[in-house]
């Protein structure tokens, strides 16, 4: 009953064009009730955050000792300290970091650049003391911190945006962090150019199932913001579900180094982009995760969203490498009654018509799980420079563009959602080339040729 209603409304209109118009009008309100919802956001994290500052200023004072100081960053941002990564430059501009030892450089012990570090009999990695997060925090040195402990668990999950687009992304992913009451920091990269959003736990739980929160945040933020791209997927600290043999696993770097601070980088904003006045306070109002209350949110497979009866009921993947779908919905007037593909080097698909949603199933299509990556993870060997996704797509600014073999996994999924599709093909032929052959044969190759006749 509710579809017919639904569609007779749409009969109603007697031209595209007045569809069209009804659907760009939709795509403005939902643009601006995401604005509000930001906004909104916003503005009650920085009320909760004034209450509890106000509440907690005489527990935690402005004007903190330097041991308390040192005790409350050590108690957030919790991983191995064992060994920590000390960020070097090179005379010619490069720069990196790695595990530091007490004896680098030591003419009688160190070797290098002979002899790499991870072959060095004369090893001594320098644990995480309170004099060394001193020397970052005064600027002496730079650090950063391995999350991933030897017994695969975590005590944080921070996760990485450093595109053009950044600040856009955190925005909406925060707001996604919001709608499931998770408490998520933002911190302005070193650079300047990228922030990390961060999120603490109480107690250090397994890395894989902080992660698989991760994804759940990603993929539901995605759902809404196509932009943010499947690369973000990679971009998860720790990014190892399990301790790789011989390695460290990866390191994120620490905030609040004095050189950066100064420019108002690697410290923490607030939603409007801007850094909080006292950081230290700040840290002692943020908020940790229990371990149940991760398993919650790595357990979902899609946010519960209330929407009319007649809406359309469509599915979208939980992450590109999960195979379990979820539900979420559609309105039939978000939907084109019929959508051109253009066959050329590849299926050109127009996104201005579609929402956010099903661009990201179409894209699924296109993307697949990297072997390789799955089986260094297994045997636990680094999973350095393996992506987790290989993706087969390019992001035009108003086309999608998936491999032409998708062509009919395309037409079958706009056909789930009763979208008709005209196909026009606009490849060529191409030239024929005359081409001859002057290379010489060996024995067992003159045979193959023959064995092909």
């Known amino acids: 009953m509710g579809e017919d209603i639904q569609y007779n409304q749409l009969d109603m209109f007697n031209t595209s064009d007045d569809l069209f118009d009804l659907q760009k009008k939709v795509k403005e309100l939902e643009k601006e009730c995401e604005r509000l919802q930001v906004e909104n956001s916003g503005l009650k994290r920085q009320l909760c955050l004034k209450a509890t500052q106000s509440h907690s200023a005489t527990q935690v004072p402005s004007d903190l000792a330097t041991k308390k100081k040192i005790k409350l960053f050590r108690s957030i941002f919790k991983g191995r300290t064992d060994v920590f990564p000390k960020r070097w430059e090179s005379r010619n501009g490069k720069s990196g970091y790695s595990p530091f030892c007490d004896n680098e450089w030591k003419p009688s012990l160190c070797e290098k650049p002979k002899t790499k570090c991870s072959q060095c009999n004369n090893?001594?990695?320098?644990?995480?003391?309170?004099?060394?997060?001193?020397?970052?925090?005064?600027?002496k040195q730079t650090i950063g911190v391995y999350p991933l402990l030897l017994d695969d668990s975590c005590g944080f999950l921070a996760v990485d945006f450093d595109k053009s687009s950044w600040q856009d992304d955190v925005l909406a992913f925060l707001q996604t962090c919001d709608e499931l009451n998770i408490p998520a920091s933002l911190e302005r990269s070193r650079s300047g150019n990228g922030g990390h959003v961060w999120i603490f736990f109480s107690e250090f739980i397994p890395a894989v199932l902080a992660r698989k929160m991760g994804n759940v945040i990603l993929a539901k933020t995605m759902d809404k913001r196509i932009e943010i791209?499947?690369?973000?997927?990679?971009?998860?600290?720790?990014?190892?579900?399990?301790?790789?043999?011989?390695?460290?696993?990866?390191?994120?770097?620490?905030?609040?180094?004095k050189q950066?601070?100064?420019?108002?980088?690697?410290?923490?904003?607030?939603?409007?982009?801007?850094?909080?006045?006292?950081?230290?306070?700040?840290?002692?109002?943020?908020k940790r995760m229990s371990k149940i209350e991760v398993e919650k949110i790595a357990a979902l497979k899609a946010e519960e969203v209330d929407q009319p009866a007649d809406d359309l009921s469509i599915e979208a993947?939980?992450?590109?490498?999960?195979?379990?779908?979820?539900?979420?919905?559609?309105?039939?007037?978000?939907?084109?009654?019929?959508?051109?593909?253009?066959?050329?080097?590849?299926?050109?698909?127009?996104?201005?018509?579609?929402?956010?949603?099903?661009?990201?199933?179409?894209?699924?299509?296109?993307?697949?799980?990297?072997?390789?990556?799955?089986?260094?993870?297994?045997?636990?060997?680094?999973?350095?420079?393996?992506?987790?996704?290989?993706?087969?797509?390019?992001?035009?600014?108003?086309?999608?563009?998936l491999p032409r073999g998708c062509l009919a996994d395309v037409i079958l999924l706009l056909e789930d959602y009763k979208i008709n599709t005209k196909v026009v093909n606009e490849s060529t032929k191409g030239k024929p080339l005359r081409a001859g052959f002057k290379g010489k044969l060996r024995t067992k190759q003159k045979d193959a040729v023959k064995a092909l006749r």
């Open 229 to 257: 791209g499947l690369d973000s997927y990679d971009r998860l600290f720790p990014n190892q579900d399990t301790m790789p043999n011989g390695g460290f696993g990866n390191l994120i770097a620490l905030p609040l180094q």
């Open 260 to 286: 950066p601070r100064q420019q108002d980088n690697s410290v923490f904003i607030d939603r409007n982009m801007q850094a909080y006045s006292d950081q230290w306070e700040y840290l002692a109002t943020i």
């Open 123 to 139: 090893r001594a990695l320098t644990q995480l003391n309170d004099q060394v997060l001193y020397d970052h925090l005064s600027g």
């Open 317 to 401: 993947s939980n992450a590109p490498w999960q195979s379990t779908p979820i539900k979420t919905q559609i309105p039939y007037a978000l939907l084109p009654k019929e959508l051109r593909l253009v066959i050329a080097n590849g299926v050109y698909i127009e996104k201005e018509k579609l929402p956010s949603l099903l661009i990201n199933r179409l894209i699924h299509l296109a993307a697949f799980r990297n072997p390789e990556f799955y089986r260094a993870q297994a045997m636990r060997m680094p999973v350095y420079n393996k992506p987790r996704m290989i993706a087969c797509y390019d992001d035009l600014p108003k086309h999608i563009v």
